[in-house]
């Protein structure tokens, strides 16, 4: 028997020699995959074709099977909502209101309640697409031959949503169509143009002759914000479709090491945090800083109405 002094330090010991091993074990292991392993095409499978275009592929027969899973699960956890909710329901709202603590001092409280819809669906389908990716039978189930007595896919009939660019593009523009809604909504056009073209230092603390030169930097700037906001999608597109299929291409190459899963399941968590928390952003630009000029309206009226 250890004494109880000396098993913490046993437990330590042993716990670093497990790790040790699994650390010089595992370049090795990602070698001798490596050597078997093929990457994965970037193009989704075609799996049915019915011409002119119209297709069927392997990435969106899985984000409708995905969001049908989805949909099943939220009515089966939910079902009637009650005052006294059940466990289910207790998480579900658990998940919303984390949600909404994050959300809403960014978006503003004025657009937040219909812009939290658009956050929440958007944060859990790519959360869940994110992670279907990691289920067994992904990539590695579908149509192929032999090949010198090994078996080589060429049709897999799964594959993750957020892997193909086109799924990526289809989330990034109803954002960006999200975002366009919202803001003309409890923004408007004037706030939108002055936000963007409109000079933003105070004429009675700027001399004369600097404010109108500082009026042609605000309009530069200006333009060189609506080409930003005109590549967003492309952006937010990209950087989702890079790390899901870079994630992919890695469980693949490595011929699916364990080690890896929990690496994935991280990455799958922080890009759905990010692609959400950057489309809040934008739409709290706008939208926030409407909530801003309001207030400080409002307090100007009081100041006038007060004297």
Not at 199 to 218: C, D, H, I, M, Q
Request: glycine letters at 10%; hydrophobic letters at 50%; proline letters at 5%.
């Amino acid at each position: 028997m250890l004494g109880s002094r000396k098993l913490p330090l046993y437990l330590l010991t042993l716990f670093s020699g497990i790790i040790s091993a699994m650390a010089a074990e595992a370049p090795h292991a990602v070698e001798k995959a490596a050597e078997h392993a093929e990457g994965v095409a970037p193009a989704a499978a075609k799996l049915v074709d019915f011409g002119n275009g119209w297709v069927i592929t392997s990435s969106m027969a899985t984000g409708w099977a995905v969001s049908a899973i989805l949909v099943a699960l939220v009515l089966l956890a939910v079902r009637k909502p009650q005052v006294l909710p059940t466990k289910s329901q207790a998480v579900f709202e658990s998940l919303l209101e984390a949600l909404r603590e994050l959300f809403e001092p960014i978006v503003g409280k004025k657009a937040f309640p219909a812009a939290f819809p658009l956050l929440v669906t958007l944060f859990v389908f790519i959360l869940f697409h994110n992670w279907m990716g990691l289920l067994p039978g992904v990539g590695t189930i579908g149509w192929g031959h032999e090949v010198d007595g090994e078996f080589h896919l060429t049709t897999p009939w799964i594959r993750p949503f957020n892997s193909d660019f086109n799924g990526t593009i289809a989330l990034a523009l109803i954002s960006f169509g999200g975002w366009l809604i919202l803001i003309f909504k409890f923004a408007g056009p004037k706030l939108i143009l002055w936000d963007l073209f409109g000079n933003k230092a105070e004429k009675s603390e700027t001399p004369g002759w600097l404010y109108p030169v500082l009026s042609l930097v605000f309009i530069v700037v200006g333009l060189i914000e609506v080409f930003s906001i005109a590549i967003r999608p492309f952006t937010l597109s990209v950087r989702l479709f890079g790390n899901v299929f870079g994630g992919e291409n890695l469980l693949h190459g490595t011929g699916f090491l364990f080690i890896f899963y929990f690496m994935e399941m991280l990455v799958g968590l922080i890009q759905a945090v990010v692609f959400t928390l950057l489309s809040s952003v934008y739409i709290g630009l706008i939208c926030n800083h409407g909530d801003d000029h309001d207030h400080d309206h409002a307090e100007g009226h009081g100041a006038e109405s007060h004297h």
